[in-house]
């Protein structure tokens, strides 16, 4: 018995197509670097290949694409922080793998993990240290809100420093994160993505006690007003 390796009649004529398409744009290049484009021809190939933009943007996509997050970690969501450099997630894929050791050389400060009151000068040292623009992530439960350790000890990262994306969840998983820096990507590239409020218009559904003199929501009952209860 003979065995015999075939390429399929649409494989080969893919192939073929590829292989034709690739000469044609080799043929154009060389034209092109002649002289020998006519307006039409040149025109085309031109748009084609030329992306315009303003110098703002073109920087605010490159920070955005090489952001050096410094190597600073506080408790236990640092585990968490360290794995998305692993080949699970890979963060190395938009450019942020290089943690940086030094505050001079980081542009973003993950806080993984519980601020205390005693650490938070220190915190807002390494902050004030890194190169500008910077920008710093929340992470978890502990430094957005103080998380299970809801005692005077801890104090949440917003409260003595900026802060630009939280990120939730005790410990948050490494894709969590990972999607917070997306968020914070968008960000720096003044890209944001819609708000829920904006996307299902649900402005003015604010279920908040109003105070002396203003008028309540549509479905918010005055208070002391016990109806529906």
């Not at 236990?76 to 942020?96: H, K, P, Y």
């Amino acid at each position: 018995m003979e065995v015999k390796r075939e390429k399929l009649a649409i494989a080969a004529a893919e192939t073929d197509l590829s292989k034709e398409d690739f000469r044609i744009r080799q043929l154009r290049a060389r034209d092109m670097l002649r002289g020998d484009l006519g307006d039409e021809d040149l025109d085309k190939y031109v748009e084609e290949r030329v992306l315009t933009t303003t110098l703002d943007k073109a920087v605010a996509w490159a920070r955005s694409n090489a952001l050096f997050p410094a190597t600073f970690g506080l408790a236990c969501c640092a585990i968490e922080m360290m794995s998305i450099v692993a080949a699970r997630v890979d963060i190395a894929r938009f450019g942020f793998e290089a943690f940086r050791a030094s505050p001079r050389q980081a542009d973003l400060l993950i806080l993984s993990g519980r601020v205390s009151i005693k650490m938070a000068p220190v915190v807002r040292r390494i902050y004030d240290q890194m190169l500008e623009p910077k920008w710093t992530i929340a992470m978890g439960a502990c430094s957005s809100s103080m998380g299970v350790f809801n005692n005077y000890a801890i104090v949440p990262a917003d409260k003595f420093m900026p802060v630009d994306v939280h990120v939730p969840g005790c410990p948050p998983r490494p894709e969590a994160l990972m999607h917070g820096i997306l968020k914070l990507r968008k960000m720096i590239q003044e890209d944001p993505d819609m708000g829920w409020r904006a996307g299902h218009e649900a402005y003015g559904t604010e279920e908040v006690v109003p105070e002396e003199g203003q008028e309540t929501a549509i479905n918010v009952f005055r208070p002391g007003n016990t109806a529906g209860a």
